[in-house]
């Protein structure tokens, strides 16, 4: 009888381990945070299982653990405030998005590098962005120049 009771412990063990490991192997994309552009990253890894082909504004509305304010513009959604970094419109302060996607790369982009890896500012806003696994993206907060 001992010896049944041990087994099924042990196979109770190792399923509760399966359910344990299977919940934490999801696909994660990196997020990095940045008050000033001469700051230091603090990054976040985020598990994206339920943002599969959605964008990154999706994202930042569903996680609500970033702290994410966004505004309706004419341009789309547009971040006034992540993880505690706000934009102050006063002094021409906002949060800039820089990604390591070369798609969303033109002209006009800045290049930044950072942690070891280079990053430019999205051409595109975070309504069009996406999440996957191969992408990274930092919010620094930066002076306009405009």
Known sequence: MKKKLLIVA????????????AGCSGDKMQLGFMESAEG?????KVNIKDY???TLADLLK????LGAKLE????????TEIKGIKQDKTNKMYIMIYTNLQEFKDEWSSTKEIGGVTFHTASVGISQLPVNKDA????VLEKSQW
């Not at 230091?40 to 976040?44: G, I, V």
């Not at 309706?72 to 971040?79: C, I, N, P």
């Not at 990274?136 to 919010?139: A, G, H, R």
């Open 72 to 79: 309706d513009s004419s341009y789309g959604s547009v971040l």
């Open 10 to 21: 042990m196979l109770v063990v190792v399923i509760m381990t399966a359910v344990l490991l």
């Open 62 to 65: 569903g996680e609500e653990s």
């Open 136 to 139: 990274k993206y930092i919010f």
């Open 52 to 54: 599969e082909g959605k």
């Open 40 to 44: 230091t990253a603090e990054y976040l």
